[in-house]
């Protein structure tokens, strides 16, 4: 019989790329939106697999909901990736935030426990949970947590909480930390796509700059269908545990701005990026690296798209979006 899958958060690009990847397997996935009559399914669509993911409404906020999701989907793996995911926006949002993030993936594990107790659960947690936390300039799973946004704190409750029900009912749930992934389907709001996007339309002249906050950031940006594989390998081990995918390199926002510039024949960027106090965050993360011998040792895990075939595939994939059809 084919496994069951519940994908909280189905449309956007975790939830796309986790979809394909499991369809692929000949799992039944499952996946829940707040409304299906007006979901926005459009990485399903760029996907081919918008006709085979079985929608299924439930809000994170509602109690009731996911019992009747859980109850309805007797799913064998549960992946949770909804989430208000934006960190900029987090310090606007922060009630919402936490009320989704942390409370939320809370109501998500009591539906779990109570209603498909054998489920293996992965909950999408992040290396925003770090801060400027290191050992050696570097992240793994030991490596104290001390978050800097909103976002990082709801997040690290529902980090502990997933890890707590692991210990106290002894389930397979467990927790990906994942650093930054990216690809042509992350929404535009983020750094990563927000420069793509922009370079895309500079080359074909619909813009003439990109505004942007801070340039000196450091992320280990790797590529989003990379990590989906990671989090399935998890869900199929003898033993749940967590643990930290990453590219193990790590580049500033002006090191993606050089990779991204050169895709269309431009080394002198500056002209170009207009630095605008709007998108500084009170509070940024300085530097994130991930080292993750873990999943490479134990999950045989490694990331197979480098950071300058990533930022080509999404450059070339706005080109193709942008250009006018013939
Ligand atoms: O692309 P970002 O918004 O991603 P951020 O904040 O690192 O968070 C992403 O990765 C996390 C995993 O580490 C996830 F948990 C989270 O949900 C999300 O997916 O910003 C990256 C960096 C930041 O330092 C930001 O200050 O880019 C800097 N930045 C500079 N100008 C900008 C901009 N970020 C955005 N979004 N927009 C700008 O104009």
Same mark, same amino acid.
């Given at each position: ?64 909901? =996911?019992?009747?999701? *859980? !109850?309805?989907?007797? &799913?064998?793996?549960? $992946?949770?990736? @909804?989430?208000? /995911? ?21 109501? =998500?594990?009591?539906? *779990? !426990?109570?209603?498909? &107790?054998?489920?293996? $659960?992965?909950? @999408?947690?992040? /290396? ?26 709801? !997040? ?171």
């Amino acid at each position: 019989m084919a496994k069951s899958a519940l994908i909280t958060g189905v449309a956007g690009q975790d939830g796309a790329y986790l979809s394909a990847l499991l369809l692929e397997k000949g799992y039944d996935v499952h996946g829940m939106v707040h409304d299906k009559k007006h979901a926005d399914l459009w990485r399903l669509e760029e996907l081919q697999i918008a006709d085979r993911v079985q929608l299924v409404d439930g809000d994170l906020t509602d109690q009731k909901s =996911l019992e009747r999701v *859980v !109850k309805a989907t007797e &799913p064998d793996e549960v $992946y949770n990736f @909804a989430a208000r /995911s934006f960190v900029a926006a987090s310090w606007q949002d922060s009630v919402l935030t936490s009320e989704v993030n942390a409370l939320g993936a809370l109501r =998500l594990l009591n539906a *779990v !426990k109570d209603h498909a &107790p054998k489920a293996r $659960y992965y909950q @999408a947690s992040t /290396s925003e949970m770090y801060g400027n936390s290191h050992s050696d300039n570097m992240q793994d799973e030991t490596t104290p947590l001390h978050p800097r946004s909103p976002y990082a704190i709801s !997040k690290l409750f529902a980090h502990w909480m997933t890890v707590n029900y692991r210990e106290s009912y002894g389930l397979f749930f467990c927790s990906g930390i994942l650093f930054n992934h990216e690809s042509p389907l992350r929404g535009i709001e983020f750094v990563t796509r927000k420069i793509t996007d922009g370079v895309a339309r500079i080359k074909l002249g619909l813009a003439d700059h990109i505004a942007l906050g801070s340039l000196d950031a450091e992320r280990d940006w790797g590529f989003a269908g990379d990590y989906v594989k990671a989090m399935w390998l998890m869900l199929q081990q003898d033993e749940a545990q967590d643990f930290v995918i990453s590219t193990g390199t790590t580049h500033t926002v002006r090191d993606f701005l050089d990779a991204a510039f050169q895709e269309i024949g431009i080394d002198n960027w500056k002209p170009y990026i207009q630095q605008d106090e709007r998108y500084r965050r009170p509070l940024d993360v300085e530097r994130l690296c991930g080292k993750s011998d873990k999943a490479q040792k134990i999950l045989g895990w490694k990331p197979e798209v480098s950071f300058e075939a990533l930022v080509r595939m999404m450059v070339e994939w706005d080109l193709r979006r942008l250009t006018p059809k013939a």
